[in-house]
């Protein structure tokens, strides 16, 4: 079936520096969607890909989607401490039965 | 509140019991699911229905059963509980269209002791 594998799986990072989180497929998607889950609490979608090389911004996260659509990452610039939390990249499969996949996630910790 | 409801939101109980938990979404979607998320925090489906009809039914053991009396509303009922089923339960919405992003519940930490 389906994988959806993200790197890091974790990453600690001082405030103010960059963080990247790299989201693969082992099959082709016919979309990608971002989520993140604050501690203790539930998945919230951030944003969805849809496009072979779609390139979209919210503020300072910068998402991408590959331009074989297998794979994606979100880039956030100068982390501040509200970006702490796991980022999860979900996948469509491409001619599936409307079945997401959700990656295996990067919890990111912003140390003050 | 537009939201994706689940009670109860802690569950602990005894192996061998029988539990269930419910979830009602009132944002007009017509596909609901079930995710387990486990200690390392993978998220992995485990049912949707699309308008009461079963659509994805995972590899999960046969003592979860999904039960949708229409589409605003999903039930997972949990027989014989191990120490294995300790794990937070999420419930989701969202439309058919697969562009349509999830709508999660709060969760259910289901503690089995």
């Known amino acids: 079936g389906q994988q959806v594998m993200q790197i890091p799986q974790y990453q600690h990072v001082q405030e103010g520096e960059d963080f990247t989180t790299y989201c693969n497929s082992s099959?082709?998607?016919?979309?990608i969607q971002w989520y993140k889950q604050r501690p203790g609490g539930h998945p919230v979608f951030l944003i969805q890909?849809?496009?072979?090389?779609e390139v979209k911004k919210q503020k300072r996260l910068t998402f991408q989607f590959g331009e074989a659509k297998k794979n994606s990452s979100l880039h956030i610039t100068a982390t501040q401490t509200t970006d702490v939390g796991t980022y999860f990249c979900?996948?469509?499969?491409?001619?599936?039965?409307?079945?997401?996949?959700f990656g295996t996630g990067t919890k990111l910790q912003v140390i003050p | 509140d537009t939201a994706v409801s689940q009670t109860p939101k802690y569950l602990v109980t005894q192996m061998g019991n029988d539990k269930s938990i419910k979830c009602e979404q009132n944002?007009?979607?017509?596909?609901m699911y079930w995710y387990k998320q486990d200690s390392k925090k993978f998220l992995k489906i485990m049912f949707s229905?699309?308008?009461?009809?079963?659509?994805i039914n995972e590899t999960v053991p046969n003592r979860f059963s999904p039960k949708s009396p229409d589409k605003a509303h999903l039930n997972l009922h949990i027989n014989s509980l191990e120490l294995g089923d300790s794990a937070v339960y999420f419930c989701?919405?969202?439309?058919?269209?697969?562009?349509?992003?999830?709508?999660f519940g709060n969760g259910t930490r289901l503690t089995v002791t």
């Open positions: 944002l007009g979607h017509d596909t």
């Open positions: 229905y699309n308008n009461k009809e079963l659509i």
């Open positions: 099959t082709t998607l016919s979309n």
């Open positions: 890909l849809v496009k072979s090389g």
């Open positions: 989701a919405s969202s439309f058919r269209d697969r562009e349509s992003p999830l709508h």
């Open positions: 979900a996948g469509w499969e491409s001619g599936g039965y409307q079945k997401v996949t």
